[in-house]
């Protein structure tokens, strides 16, 4: 698993990379009540924001962390965002995308790193 | 980072106590405060409207109005601040008040209690300095007296009455918008979440040991601002600075109901207070604009800011508290709109992200109160 700045996790499926947000960012949102996604088969560019979350509290969003193209959405955090708190880090994982070359998330933190950031 | 110092916030005399419980403290109104405790605000929002929410409320001012001379010029005094009947309300009961400015704007939302030789007031914290120097200026008939060693506790939900009857014996007894002196514990059957309630004012000496035993009671659990918030805005009760402020008038407000004959067009003591003249206008012609309740169609709340319009794309308002309604399980909103937009039913667009997404009129409170009428 690998880490951005942003609170985000990245995880390697085959040749796709699922993106999610990390305990520590679902913590820290509260409850998550909306969840926005974006449309499937959509290139984006890193920093673009793709996802929008909306706690209790205020909204936020997900950037894109790589170019690529979204190809898959999780559809169940519509209907129940709450799934965000409960499972941030596995069934909660907001999309998948594919990129152009794996070796770009060499450069994301990774799990010492981030506990590091956070801590 | 020097230019992101806070100023030196105030501290509750319970903030051990909130620490104790894992409550997360953030500034408000110059005060630390728990916004939540472990449980989050959804969980403490749902937990109020089925058992009982301890809130502590500690930061808001309460003031004691002596009169210099008598009882009635000294009400008489206090309605000339408010475009309400002071005169008329009973020993030992409460009432919402509005100190308004000379342009008809709303100074600040208050609620006063008729305490025989007395009243006694409660205001909003960011607000308490100025009312208090407001209320010097104004009266000065009056002894002003800010109380500053109670603490202020609200006990809210189905299981306050039980709750809190175990430790102060005959709060049973009172009706919504009573107000009882048990010893040097002073009760207010009221609140600020819709539900059945009190609010209870102790010597800061014992709030700790108070506010424990609440907790031990079954069904009482510490609540935060931020289910606070969502608790008001679902009742449809405006938030100071926010649904009301200087340049919202109380009709505009939809808190016609606050001014009572006596003080409207043709009452016993019509006028008189600030802004009098636009006030009394807009009750007889209608205001320009109106505080509604909105119900975005979708999922998406729609946050203080969000700018309202017609469909036809005519810009006609906007969000002044919006957020979602855990027990309504709905995102609900409350804003101003032009006075020939606001009628129930009226379909509206609100612009979210850059996106027109369609929000409806609604009767408030979203969710029905359940005062102990």
New interface residues.
Partial sequence: MKYTKEHEWLRVEGDLVVVGITEHAATQL??V??V?LPETETMVTEGDEVC?I?S????SDILAPVDGEIVAVNTKL?DN??LV?EDPTGAAWFFKMRVDDLSVLDDFMDEDEYQELIG | MADLEEPELLRLGLEPLHEELGGKMVPFAGYRMPV?YPD????EHLHTRAAAGLFDVSHMGQVILRPKGSMEDLKRAFEALMPVDVLGLAEGRQRYGLFTNDAGGIQDDLMFTSRGDHLYVVVNAACKAADIAHMVAGMPGAAVEPVTDRALLALQGPGAEAALEALVPGVAALRFMDHRIFGDIWVSRSGYTGEDGFEVSVPEAEAEGFARRLLAQPGVAPIGL?ARD?LRLEAGLCLYGHDIDTTTSPVEANLTWAIQKARRAGGARAGGFPGAARILRELAEGPERLRVGLRPEG???M?EGVELFAPDGTPVGQVTSG??G?SVNA?ISMGYVARAHASIGTQLMGEV?GKRLPVTVTAMPFQPTTYKR
Avoid: I
């Fill in positions: 509260g409850d009540v909306f926005e929008v909306e209790v509290k205020a909204a519509v965002p709450g708190n | 939540q989050g605000v959804l969980k931020g969502s999922r998406a709340p946050r957020g979602f855990p995102p992200r």
